[in-house]
C-alpha cells in the first residue's frame, strides 16, 4: 500500500457544531454553549472550537473550514430528548454521551501529515438508537461507493433504501449495492469519507429522496453477526483536500494497494469473444468451432474464445459435458491451430448432484452452516448446491489443483471466473476462520483465484485492487437507458477506476440480450444500440464480442473492423501507457474530465464523455436516434479528430453533429 505524501493543504481552522442537543433542559430557540483550543498539524496551527446549538428539528455536526462548513452529518433526531455529558478527555477533541448507552466522539487524526477528523458514534445493543450519520448530498457532486444497476455519475440522484453495505448480483438485485464496492465516498468541494471495516455497515442513498447519504452500524444476520462487545459503533474518517482529484488521490493512497502489473496484453488490444449473449447455456463444441470460423472468414482479430456456462456435465465439476463436447481435447488444439486462445465458465459453486459436492462435503470444503457441521446450502441462478469456503486454505488448494488438472487435461488457457458476491452466500453460515468483514469472502475469492494469472476475469472486487486482472462489468442489459444498460457503461468504469480498479472489462457489446428465460432466451439487441455500443467499447480497456457483427448486416461488419481497429492501433497504445501509471499510483485507465480540470463545474456533472488517460477525450453518442450533441471540452487546446480542426477550451461545442458511423473524439494537444 502506497504511504507517498500527498499535496499540502491550506492552513484549516476548524469549527465542530452539535446542533439540536438539550442537555438536560428545553429549548425552544437556538441558544449556544461553546468553548475553543488550538491544535497543531503538518498545516500549521489552528483554532478548534465546539458549539453547542439547540434547535427544535435537528441534530447535525459539522466541521468547518475557515469559516466555511465542508461537511455536515446529521445525527438521529432522538437524542434530543436525552441528557447529554461532556466526556473530552483532552482540550479540542469532542464528545458526548446521552445517558450510560449512547456516545459520540470526533477525533483530530493525522494521515500522511494532514488532519482528518475520525468520528466514532456507539451506542449499546439495547438502546433504540442505532448509531447513524446522514451528509447531505446537495452542495456538491457525490462520487464512489459501489457498482450499480442504475448507476450514476454524479451519485446523487441515486435511490437506494438503507441495507447491508455489501456486494450484491446487480441484475436479480436490482436495489442493492453491486458486484464491486468499498466503503469510501468523495466530494467536488474535496471531501473525502471512508468506514472502516470493523463497523458492521448499512448504507442508504438519497432514501425516499431525502437527498443524505445515510451511514449506519447495526449487526444483522447473517453478514454482520452481533459481536462480544460493549458497542455497536460507527466508524468513519472525514479528509479534506483542494478539489475532487486531490482528496481521490489522498483517500485512494491510504486506503488501497495498487496493481502490481497489468491484465494479459492480448486481452487488452484484441477482441475477447464469448459464447454466452448469443447462445447463452445452448453450447456444444459444433457452435465453438462454427463461431471461430465465422469469426476468422471475416477477418477479425482475437485475444482468446471464452465458453460459457452449460460446458460441464454438471455444475461444480471441472471437464466437458461429452454429449455436447464429443472431442473438447481436439476442439482447443483446433482452435489453437486457427490462432485462438481458449477460456472457460467456471463459478465457485458444486450442485448437489456433481461429484465435487459429494468430496467436498466429505473433506469439509463448503461453506458451512451455523454449527460447522453441514453443508451451508445455496441458491444460485443455476440451481442448489455448496459455494467454496476460501477461508480455508485446504479447500482452496482443492479447488485450484481441480483446475489445474482441467487446464493440462485439455490445454486450457485461462479462465472467466464468475460470482463471489454476498448474493450468494447461504441465509445462515460458517466459515473456517471468521471474516471480520463480509467483503473479505470477496477479497479471499479473489485472491484465490488470482492464483491463475494476468489472463483471468472476475466480476467482484472489495479491497482487491492490487491484481492485475480484469474487473468485469456485471451483467448489462440491451437497453438504452441507465437501468443496467448502455447509458451506465460509462458511469460504472468511472465509479471502478476512482475506487482503485483501473482494469475494467465492459460487458459484451450490445449487452446480454436477455429473455424470459434466463440462459436460454436469445434476444438481439437494437442494431443502432448495437452500433453506438460497439463506438463506445472500442475505447475502453478491452472489447468483448458475443453477438457477433454478422447477426446484423455488412456495414455493421465494416462498423466493427474499423472499431477493432482504431481500438488495437490508437486506444491500445494509450491503455498500455496509462497502465504503467496505474502500477504507480493506481490512477484509471478510463477518466472523468475532472481529472484534468476538477474545478470545472460542466466536468464534475459530465457522465456521457471520458478520458483515455489524460490525452485522449471520448464523446459518443448515448441517445437512440440521436444524430448531434452537445460536447463539452476542457481547458487546453485540442483536435477534433471528426473536423481536423482545432478546438480551445474550456468550451461547449453545441449540436455537434455525428452520424450513425461515427464517434467524437479530441486528442489533448497542450495543457
Avoid at 481435447?329 to 467456471?346: A, E, H, S, Y
Avoid at 463448503?366 to 479447500?395: F, H, M, Y
Wanted: glycine share 8%; hydrophobic share 35%; net charge negative.
Amino acid at each position: 500500500m502506497s504511504l507517498q505524501t500527498g499535496p499540502i493543504v491550506r492552513r484549516c481552522s476548524i469549527v465542530l457544531f452539535l446542533v439540536g442537543l438539550s442537555l438536560g433542559t428545553q429549548n425552544d430557540g437556538a441558544d449556544n454553549v461553546g468553548d475553543s483550543g488550538d491544535y497543531c498539524d503538518a498545516d500549521g496551527c489552528g483554532a478548534v472550537r465546539r458549539k453547542l446549538v439547540y434547535n427544535e428539528d435537528s441534530v447535525s455536526l459539522a466541521i468547518t473550514e475557515n469559516g466555511v462548513k465542508f461537511i455536515e452529518q446529521f445525527l438521529p433526531s432522538s437524542l434530543k430528548s436525552l441528557p447529554s455529558t461532556d466526556c473530552r478527555e483532552s482540550r479540542g477533541d469532542f464528545c458526548l454521551t446521552w445517558g450510560d448507552s449512547i456516545k459520540a466522539v470526533v477525533k483530530r487524526k493525522a494521515l500522511k501529515g494532514h488532519g482528518c477528523f475520525e468520528m466514532n458514534f456507539s451506542s449499546r445493543p439495547t438502546s433504540n438508537t442505532l448509531p447513524t450519520s446522514c451528509i447531505p448530498l446537495d452542495g456538491a457532486a457525490w462520487y464512489g461507493g459501489a457498482e450499480l444497476h442504475t448507476q450514476r455519475w454524479p451519485l446523487n440522484d441515486v435511490d437506494l433504501p438503507m441495507q447491508p453495505f455489501i456486494s450484491n448480483d446487480i441484475v436479480p438485485e436490482k436495489s442493492s449495492f453491486g458486484n464491486v464496492l468499498e466503503p469510501y465516498w468523495i466530494n467536488s468541494k474535496g471531501v473525502g469519507l471512508f468506514v472502516d471495516d470493523s463497523t458492521p455497515l448499512h448504507v442508504a442513498i438519497n432514501e425516499k429522496k431525502s437527498r443524505f447519504l445515510c451511514l449506519q452500524a447495526k449487526y444483522q444476520e447473517p453478514h454482520f453477526p452481533r459481536a462480544m462487545s460493549e458497542y455497536i459503533t460507527l466508524n468513519y474518517t472525514i479528509c479534506k483536500q483542494r478539489n475532487v482529484r486531490e482528496i481521490r488521490n489522498f483517500v485512494h493512497d491510504l486506503l488501497f494497494d495498487i496493481p502490481s502489473g497489468m491484465p494479459d496484453k492480448r486481452m487488452m488490444k484484441s477482441p475477447i469473444w464469448s459464447t454466452w449473449a448469443r447462445y447463452k447455456t445452448l453450447i456444444n463444441q459444433t457452435k465453438v468451432l462454427q463461431l471461430a470460423a465465422e469469426i476468422k472468414s471475416h477477418g477479425f482479430s482475437n485475444s482468446q474464445i471464452e465458453i460459457d456456462d452449460k460446458l460441464t456435465t454438471k455444475y461444480g465439476d471441472f471437464d466437458f459435458d461429452p454429449e455436447k463436447f464429443p472431442d473438447p481435447l481436439g476442439m482447443v488444439q483446433q482452435l489453437k491451430t486457427d490462432g485462438f486462445r481458449t477460456t472457460v465458465w467456471i463459478t465457485p459453486f458444486a450442485n448437489l448432484d456433481s461429484d465435487a459436492f459429494m468430496e467436498g462435503v466429505e473433506k469439509g470444503y463448503w461453506l458451512r452452516d451455523v454449527s460447522g457441521k453441514v453443508p451451508a446450502l445455496v441458491k444460485w441462478w443455476q440451481g442448489i448446491g455448496g459455494i467454496i469456503d476460501v477461508t480455508n486454505e485446504d479447500a482452496i488448494e482443492w479447488f485450484v489443483g481441480r483446475l489445474r488438472e482441467m487446464q493440462t487435461e485439455f490445454h486450457i488457457d485461462s479462465f472467466k471466473f464468475d460470482a463471489g458476491e454476498m448474493t450468494y452466500l447461504p441465509s445462515s453460515y460458517s466459515t473456517k476462520y471468521r471474516l471480520g468483514n463480509p467483503g473479505f469472502f470477496t477479497t479471499l475469492y479473489v485472491d484465490m483465484v488470482s492464483r491463475f494469472g494476468d489472463m483471468i476475469e472476475v466480476r467482484c472486487g472489495y479491497k482487491s485492487q492490487r491484481h492485475p486482472v480484469f474487473v468485469r462489468m456485471g451483467d448489462k442489459e440491451s437497453n438504452w437507458g441507465y437501468e443496467n444498460g448502455f447509458k451506465s457503461l460509462i458511469p460504472t468504469i468511472l465509479t471502478l477506476g476512482i475506487l482503485g480498479y483501473p482494469y475494467v472489462l465492459p460487458d459484451m457489446i450490445g449487452g446480454n440480450g436477455y429473455g424470459e428465460n434466463l440462459g436460454i432466451d436469445v434476444v438481439l439487441p437494437e442494431r443502432e444500440l448495437y452500433i453506438r455500443w460497439l463506438q463506445l467499447s472500442a475505447y475502453l480497456p478491452s472489447m468483448q464480442f458475443s453477438f457477433v457483427p454478422w447477426d446484423f448486416d455488412e456495414e455493421v461488419v465494416e462498423i466493427a473492423r474499423e472499431m477493432v481497429k482504431v481500438h488495437e492501433d490508437i486506444v491500445t497504445p494509450l491503455l498500455y501507457q496509462a497502465s504503467t501509471e496505474a502500477q504507480k499510483s493506481g490512477a484509471p485507465l478510463i477518466r472523468p474530465l475532472w481529472w484534468i480540470e476538477p474545478d470545472a463545474e460542466e466536468a464534475l456533472n459530465c457522465d456521457d464523455e471520458f478520458l483515455v488517460g489524460d490525452s485522449l477525450l471520448v464523446a459518443p453518442i448515448t441517445d437512440r436516434g440521436s444524430r448531434s450533441r452537445d460536447i463539452y471540452i476542457p481547458r487546453g487546446e485540442w483536435r477534433d479528430n471528426l473536423r481536423n480542426r482545432k478546438v480551445t477550451g474550456p468550451v461547449t461545442l453545441r449540436n455537434y453533429e455525428i452520424s450513425l458511423q461515427q464517434i467524437a473524439t479530441f486528442d489533448r494537444i497542450k495543457q
